[in-house]
């Protein structure tokens, strides 16, 4: 079993930065693919991030590209996402998810957090 864990939300001015992290803890971390999600008001949990085992690849969704960075620590076991230039439509409860496979899609994703809760502000 994977457990995850989110920190850093929180309350930011519009065009401020926020660093989101993931701890994972269990059985053989650089296993898993981690990535982010998102869930706004009003719609449909949305892919936000991913990146590989390793950390050489990763991938983003086009509303947070030049805006958004991901990132892994492998001998931390923890996931980032460093977040700048934020807007009030990133304002969403951000999860990270682990699976063994690369995926976009959030039915792949095996384990979740709880989730950490970014609000922007205008």
């Known amino acids: 079993q994977v457990q995850l864990v989110e920190s850093g939300g929180g309350l930011v001015q519009a065009g401020g930065s926020l660093r989101l992290s993931c701890a994972v803890s269990?059985?053989?971390?650089?296993?898993?693919?981690i990535a982010w999600f998102r869930q706004a008001p009003g719609k449909e949990r949305e892919f936000v991030a991913r990146i590989s085992r390793a950390g050489g690849s990763a991938s983003y969704a086009d509303f947070v590209k030049g805006r958004f960075t991901i990132s892994r620590d492998n001998a931390k076991n923890t996931v980032y996402l460093q977040m700048n230039s934020l807007k009030p439509e990133d304002t969403a409860v951000y999860y990270c998810?682990?699976?063994?496979?690369?995926?976009?899609?959030?039915?792949?994703?095996?384990?979740w957090g709880q989730g950490t809760q970014v609000t922007v502000s205008s």
């Open positions: 269990g059985r053989t971390f650089s296993s898993y693919v």
């Open positions: 998810a682990a699976d063994p496979s690369y995926s976009s899609q959030a039915r792949s994703y095996d384990y």
